[in-house]
């Protein structure tokens, strides 16, 4: 899996990078490649933007428990309220998690004001969302 390390890393290397990286042929990276695609091993190839120049330099990790019963009886379901979430504008990502917390949300937006709208004006209007705990992102380490 050296191959999807390495793309993990840059997803813009050619295949002659990868060769050279490797000591595999070209050929055999081009076919390997092709394998892992029709697998479903490497699902896609992404980015990593530069959230400060985006306007989103704010990111926050959301714990939310749910309450399974509505007002009227009524049964919500995580995998339901994990997609009304992620349609949310702002949402990168939501997580069913054990634990004390049954879901944790990626958010990124603009500021504090932002964020502030996005929990009580959007992520709390969610019918199931019960409470919710933010936890602010004070520097991202990556690769």
Known sequence: MLIVELLKRDAKLTTSQLSKKTGIPITTIHNRLKRLEKEGIIKGYTIIPDYAKLDKSLAAYILL????????????????????????????????VTGQTDMIAKVRVKDVEELNKFVI???????????????????EISQ
Not at 66 to 82: C, L, N, T
Not at 126 to 132: A, C
């Open 65 to 96: 428990t749910v309450s399974y019963r509505g007002p009227v009886g009524e049964k919500y379901s995580q995998e339901e309220i994990a997609k009304e979430i992620r349609k949310l504008k702002g949402v990168e990502e939501v997580c069913i």
């Open 121 to 139: 004006a959007g992520l709390r209007e969610i019918e199931g969302v019960d409470k919710t705990q933010t936890l602010v992102v004070l520097n």
